[in-house]
């Protein structure tokens, strides 16, 4: 069935014309639950814990999914008690109808504890359109440094997976280091153990934080120029640096030498207000057009937390600044990026409230 309302457009087109995607939909699922006529769906076909902190879902998809590229993120959807979420993640692509989901399991987060502990064998998972630019085809070279952090190790491991499956790696030269607070939360170990001894062009560091350095290992600190320093000549190398903001941002200061770079936080950090030339908070006037609504909201955080605070929900996806879902219009103000701390001041501009924090009054068109 779902072949034909793929390929057949005469079939395609009389199932719109005698009823709505959504009552065709609920007529297929009762027959198979992976049944659409457009939406993305997956089945749960396995569950497996692969460090203290990370799990890997096995997702049987149908034939409406589209893949994107290694590296890129899917929107997930998934209903909990009723209600519908949205998460964002890192697809790896196991073969023709299969993918595997990689969720860190976030102490409170109510998806990630659905997605690790509660979903069962069976269960069905939506997925949105693949977005985001970091992909093998945006790398300027062939010599490549991965700095993760956390759960910023799932779309390295997405393009490495890729690598190895497609007979690419040894195109590389490739330095990974990687950043936990100790060895159990050490995700994808085996593997990447078992790339080294496979590819001589592989090199993997594991950065344990709260693990003691020995004079062998010294590094086991966050990331600083002595971890920069093991990478060779990195005026020759793509940098990929992924993770929360703080580690991205340090990242791209660290390597201001690097050929490339490119970097992506999963989440951001509150801004210190040691930064400041006083520790009083700032605020500032947010004047909403479309909705005619007035909220003061703190200068230098994000201003989609900052609205949301107020009880005011924007349209958002990735929370990351690579999905464009929360993009509005800026009619007048100054705003500053969180990451890269590059400041705007121009009118009637395209703003992504995600990852932009208020520097003066602002309008927006929201």
């Excluded at 396995?46 to 034939?63: E, F, G, P």
């Excluded at 993918?99 to 987060?109: E, P, R, S």
């Excluded at 200061?253 to 520790?279: H, I, R, W």
């Excluded at 009083?280 to 006037?285: I, K, Q, S």
């Amino acid at each position: 069935m779902t072949t034909l309302l793929k390929s057949n457009p005469w079939l395609r087109l009389l199932s719109d014309s005698v009823f709505d995607r959504s009552t065709a939909d609920f007529w297929l699922q009762r027959i198979n639950p992976l049944w659409s006529t457009e939406e993305m769906r997956g089945r749960i076909t396995q569950r497996q814990q692969i460090s203290d902190d990370m799990y890997a879902l096995t997702i049987q998809c149908n034939r409406q999914m589209d893949f994107g590229l290694a590296g890129q993120h899917h929107p997930v959807f998934v209903e909990i008690n009723g209600i519908r979420y949205e998460r964002n993640y890192s697809l790896t692509r196991l073969d023709p109808q299969h993918v595997a989901l990689h969720v860190k399991h976030v102490a409170g987060g109510l998806v990630s504890t659905w997605l690790c502990e509660q979903a069962q064998i069976g269960d069905i998972i939506r997925f949105g359109a693949p977005y985001g630019e970091v992909e093998f085809p945006h790398f300027q070279s062939q010599r490549l440094a991965f700095l993760a952090a956390g759960s910023g190790i799932t779309p390295v491991y997405s393009l490495l997976h890729d690598l190895h499956v497609t007979k690419r790696f040894a195109d590389y030269q490739i330095h990974l280091l990687y950043w936990v607070s100790k060895q159990g939360e050490l995700a994808f170990f085996e593997q990447f153990q078992q790339w080294q001894a496979q590819y001589p062009n592989f090199k993997v560091d594991y950065i344990c934080t709260r693990e003691p350095a020995t004079a062998n290992d010294p590094l086991h600190t966050r990331l600083s120029a002595q971890h920069v320093a093991q990478i060779d000549t990195i005026e020759d190398v793509a940098v990929f640096a992924c993770g929360p903001s703080g580690f991205v941002e340090t990242a791209q200061s660290l390597t201001m030498n690097a050929k490339q770079f490119q970097g992506e936080a999963f989440y951001f950090s509150t801004p210190n207000v040691s930064d400041t030339a006083s520790t009083a908070v700032e605020y500032v006037d947010l004047h909403l057009t479309r909705s005619n609504k007035h909220v003061q909201i703190k200068k230098g955080e994000s201003i989609l937390s900052a609205l949301e605070a107020e009880n005011i929900r924007p349209q958002h996806g990735c929370r990351m600044g690579i999905c464009n879902k929360c993009a509005c219009q800026k009619v007048s103000g100054s705003t500053q990026h969180i990451a890269n701390k590059q400041q705007n001041h121009e009118a009637h501009q395209s703003l992504r409230i995600c990852v932009n924090s208020a520097q003066s009054d602002l309008e927006l068109d929201l």
